[in-house]
């Protein structure tokens, strides 16, 4: 049962508009979220996170939403940029505990001139 | 931020060979953790360690063995490589007490033939 879902396989956005990534989770348990970007055979580069008290988080050009009640959470990235192309993953943990951190399956995001 | 090393970056191995997957992280950082990623899909938790002599299975079953004899070393051993045992290892790290994000390291793509 896989508890934090990236529905798009891939998304495809004109360099300078916005690029929204989603993830959906099923553990309410989960109290922060994460996430990454991750070029093929390097490892993953920590983007930003959000802990399940607040509802947004800014940073630069990336910004995460949170919203509980639905379980869903997304990236937006405004202006895209072609260094932006990359596979994004969303990750879900608990505070308490090991922080053991579950990822979703990744979205490929290709940023085009 | 966290630098986290791991070697080899590459690994061609036969069948049956023994190997070693080295990781180490120079900032102090008491959590380690091993994923394993195969190509597109999501990053699954194999080991994890909350500090030296602490060593812990991950969500995903894996024929790997860790150890942590001192805090900044995590290697992972397989004592019989498969051609199952093909993917991408990654070695990441996280401070307790700090922000829950774990850093990665670049990673290791291991091919068994």
């Known amino acids: 049962d896989q508890q934090v879902k990236q529905n798009s396989p891939s998304l495809s956005v004109q360099e300078g508009r916005i690029s929204i990534l989603n993830c959906d989770y099923t553990n309410s348990m989960f109290d922060y979220f994460l996430w990454y970007k991750k070029y093929p055979a390097e490892g993953p580069t920590f983007l930003i996170s959000i802990s399940s008290i607040k509802d947004k988080n800014e940073d630069g050009r990336f910004t995460v939403f949170l919203n509980k009640s639905a379980k869903h959470l997304s990236l937006h990235i405004v202006p895209s940029q072609p260094g932006d192309s990359a596979v994004y993953f969303c990750?879900?943990?608990?505070?308490?505990?090991?922080?053991?951190?579950?990822f979703g399956q990744g979205t490929r995001l290709t940023i085009n001139p | 931020e966290a630098d986290i090393y791991q070697t080899p970056r590459y690994l061609v191995i036969g069948t049956g060979k023994k190997i070693t997957l080295e990781c180490s992280q120079t900032?102090?950082?008491?959590?380690m953790y091993w994923y394993q990623q195969d190509p597109g899909m999501e990053l699954h938790l194999i080991h994890y360690?909350?500090?030296?002599?602490?060593?812990e299975k991950g969500d995903l079953s894996s024929e790997s063995t860790v150890s942590r004899i001192r805090t900044e070393h995590f290697p992972l051993t397989l004592e019989s490589a498969r051609p199952s045992h093909t993917s991408q290892y990654l070695c990441a790290s996280r401070q307790i007490g700090q922000q829950e994000t774990q850093y990665f390291g670049p990673g290791t793509r291991l091919l068994v033939l």
């Open positions: 360690s909350y500090g030296v002599n602490s060593t």
């Open positions: 990750a879900a943990g608990i505070i308490q505990g090991a922080q053991k951190l579950v």
């Open positions: 900032m102090g950082h008491d959590k």
